[in-house]
């Protein structure tokens, strides 16, 4: 059965359930009935709605908030003394599942972790701004591991010799396994 709480800092005005919908709620003489409200998606396909009171009247007040947040604060509360510390994460890493067996506060670095988890964050070749290909990532490392020096590496390449340097170091294509990463694995 879905369950209902106040929307925080909106009690009296707006409630938000456990499936993640969200209600208006009557506020006489002007709105008699309970009216589902509609999030909209954002660019990034998480959804957000827009609350108001008094709307059109002096002392209006307007917010505009994503779901997620809206349901976990309403249902567990909010975690942490600056709530922009903590972040609304999808288990699922569907961003408009916001239903409260979907969501869980975590940290930037566990919300980040999640994503790589779900794909949403590209790596190597798969990002726009890629100009090798993982194959192409993987030969340089190889090469660098030889004691080829990454200026004679990089006439080879369409990057500059700063970019295999980059690679070299794991800063760059970081989720590749580095030869010297396997041969220490090797010997332990």
């Not at 009935?33 to 954002?42: A, C, D, N, Q, Y």
């Not at 970081?174 to 220490?184: G, I, N, V, W, Y």
Request: with cysteine.
């Amino acid at each position: 059965m879905e369950t209902w709480k106040p929307v925080l800092g909106w009690k009296g005005y707006y409630e938000v359930s456990d499936m993640g919908r969200i209600r208006s709620l009557p506020r006489p003489p002007r709105k008699k009935k309970v009216r589902m409200l509609k999030p909209s998606p954002t660019r990034g396909g998480y959804l957000m709605v827009i609350l108001s009171c008094n709307h059109g009247l002096p002392g209006e007040r307007q917010q505009t908030l994503r779901m997620n947040r809206v349901v976990l604060e309403a249902f567990t509360g909010i975690k942490h003394k600056d709530p922009r510390a903590v972040h609304a994460a999808h288990k699922n890493g569907i961003r408009d599942d916001n239903r409260l067996e979907n969501l869980y506060w975590a940290t930037y670095a566990e919300n980040f972790a999640d994503k790589v988890k779900h794909g949403r964050i590209p790596r190597g070749d798969q990002s726009k701004r890629a100009k090798l290909t993982e194959a192409q990532a993987k030969e340089i490392l190889r090469r660098c591991a030889r004691g080829e020096h990454p200026k004679q590496i990089a006439l080879d390449y369409p990057v500059g010799w700063w970019t295999i340097e980059s690679i070299k170091r794991g800063d760059s294509w970081a989720h590749l396994r580095r030869p010297d990463q396997e041969s220490k694995k090797e010997k332990e």
